[in-house]
């Protein structure tokens, strides 16, 4: 099987820090970070990426005719390799931020349930207090035809408020959160 240029190969990843060239994408890595980042004061802020950025905000870097997230590189270079099914997470939030002590790894639904609650999601329409709102209604209206009423409220289909109810999206949003006590 051959080794495609992200490294992987079969159920394994190859170590690409190994690669003759990683040296080279490393150093102009570097050169893309603020020159301050290093200093003891800035080891907890945010890097923001000063290189090539993506449309959807993500600091990009080409490496043989790849091009990277630069947040996935600054994980490789500073915490190792990314396993396979991880993607690498801002605790910060900040998609710039290049810092290794603000990335995490996770899996593509810990990325997005992040998402959804930082209200960055692409198809998200429903804030948290949104949901406290619907699980109250729910909880007071057991009624046949609650969830198309309530759609009609929020201006979302009646399948969101369904995945609502039966705990399939918003987990995190417990009932005790929206009732007064």
Not at 142 to 147: A, F, H, I, Q, Y
């Amino acid at each position: 099987m051959k080794v495609s240029q992200r490294g992987l190969k079969g159920d394994y990843q190859v170590d690409v820090r190994k690669f003759r060239t990683f040296p080279g994408v490393k150093r102009r890595f570097l050169s893309k970070v603020p020159h301050d980042c290093f200093d003891k004061k800035n080891e907890d802020m945010c890097w923001e990426w000063i290189g090539n950025t993506h449309s959807s905000g993500y600091g990009q870097i080409r490496w043989d005719n790849v091009t990277y997230n630069a947040h996935r590189m600054a994980y490789i270079i500073f915490n190792g390799l990314i396993p396979q099914g991880q993607v690498v997470r801002h605790i910060c939030n900040n998609r710039k931020c290049v810092n290794p002590k603000h990335l995490i790894l996770g899996s593509y639904s810990d990325n997005t349930v992040d998402a959804i609650k930082i209200g960055t999601h692409r198809s998200q329409k429903l804030t948290e207090a949104d949901v406290k709102v619907i699980k109250r209604l729910l909880a007071n209206n057991p009624k046949r035809g609650t969830n198309t009423e309530i759609a009609r409220l929020f201006k979302v289909d009646p399948a969101s408020i369904r995945a609502i109810r039966k705990g399939y999206s918003y987990q995190w949003v417990y009932l005790e959160d929206a009732v007064e006590k």
